[in-house]
């Protein structure tokens, strides 16, 4: 399992970035994918969930309405689009899968991408 995060960067207040993570060594569209941030000096948490199909999508509170996570199972690629954003986005953004064996789950991390919200 291969995990490629992209997209990260710095930008205004108020400004927009488009994550991008590419997956490979697994069969992508079966999965649920994750999208985690982890801020200075905070715990790591859970920003957006999209089920295999993206029938269907969660999200932390503090980004409802302004970031949507989507996928395309024909590149094996899932996407955070952030809008509005705001100093306390600022962190590192690692995309996740979990996968669960007979023996038990697994999380699967990329190296993350850093994004950096200041003006």
């Known amino acids: 399992v291969q995990l490629v995060e992209s997209g990260g960067g710095m930008v205004q207040p108020g400004g927009s970035l488009r994550l991008s993570c590419a997956a490979s060594g697994f069969f992508f569209s079966n999965y649920a994918m994750n999208w985690y941030r982890q801020g200075p000096g905070k715990d790591r948490e859970l920003v957006a969930r999209i089920s295999s199909t993206a029938a269907s999508t969660n999200y932390a509170d503090s980004v409802k309405g302004r970031f949507t996570i989507s996928r395309d199972n024909a590149k094996n690629t899932v996407y955070l689009q952030m809008n509005s954003l705001k100093p306390d986005d600022t962190g590192v953004y690692f995309c996740?899968?979990?996968?669960?064996?007979?023996?038990?789950?697994?999380?699967?991390w990329g190296q993350g991408t850093q994004v950096t919200v200041s003006s």
């Open positions: 996740n899968t979990r996968h669960t064996y007979t023996y038990g789950s697994r999380d699967y």
